[in-house]
């Protein structure tokens, strides 16, 4: 059931005026066509009528927290429990999770790969690139190599376990099972080997 509308100030003015005059909430209600609990509302707390009620838990994060949270979240990669310890908060990372998640201004985004240039490294490049504007490319060779491993990656290896299922194994060949290193060669309109 939907909510009726708030009284107006001169509903408001006709109440306190039948009060004086001293008519019951009921008949009040009847003359006025608004429901006896509106009335009844408005007489028990005059001066407190039409302002919200304070509902529910108080709230963990004031706006001046939340502003704290979105700014050390911008552009880093830093985790929720990061930030609540850097900001002193005695809070859940769940809300300050939340507190990232209801700013527009912040979304997930996956890193995007590319190489750290210095404007040293941008100043060599064009210099790169201007002294040689008149080079024939078709005569430069290119050369790359790459290599391959048997067992999978170099790197450190990790997943996320369920405690309630067998741990999986990396498997792995004794004496280290082994690698391809493809050699290659290129010129820039065919390619060769």
């Not at 708030?6 to 509903?11: A, C, S, W």
């Not at 407190?48 to 552009?75: C, F, Q, W």
């Not at 280290?176 to 290659?184: A, D, E, P, W």
């Amino acid at each position: 059931m939907s909510r009726g509308s708030h009284l107006t100030k001169e509903e408001q003015a006709q109440i306190r005026a039948f009060k004086i005059a001293g008519w019951s909430n009921r008949m009040i209600s009847s003359k006025l066509k608004r429901s006896l609990n509106c009335i009844n509302q408005f007489v028990n707390n005059p001066d407190h009528y039409e302002r919200m009620k304070n509902t529910g838990a108080p709230k963990k994060l004031t706006e001046r927290d939340k502003r704290g949270i979105v700014r050390l979240a911008s552009n880093t990669m830093k985790s929720c429990n990061d930030i609540k310890n850097e900001l002193g908060l005695n809070i859940s990372k769940t809300t300050v999770w939340r507190a990232i998640d209801q700013s527009p201004e912040i979304v997930r985004a996956k890193l995007v790969p590319a190489p750290r240039l210095t404007l040293r490294h941008k100043d060599n490049r064009l210099t790169f690139a201007k002294a040689n504007m008149a080079t024939d490319w078709d005569k430069i060779i290119f050369s790359e190599e790459k290599k391959f491993n048997l067992d999978g990656p170099d790197g450190y290896n990790s997943y996320w376990h369920d405690i309630r299922k067998d741990q999986l194994r990396f498997p792995k060949r004794n004496f280290g099972g082994g690698r391809v290193i493809l050699k290659y060669r290129w010129t820039v309109g065919v390619q060769c080997q």
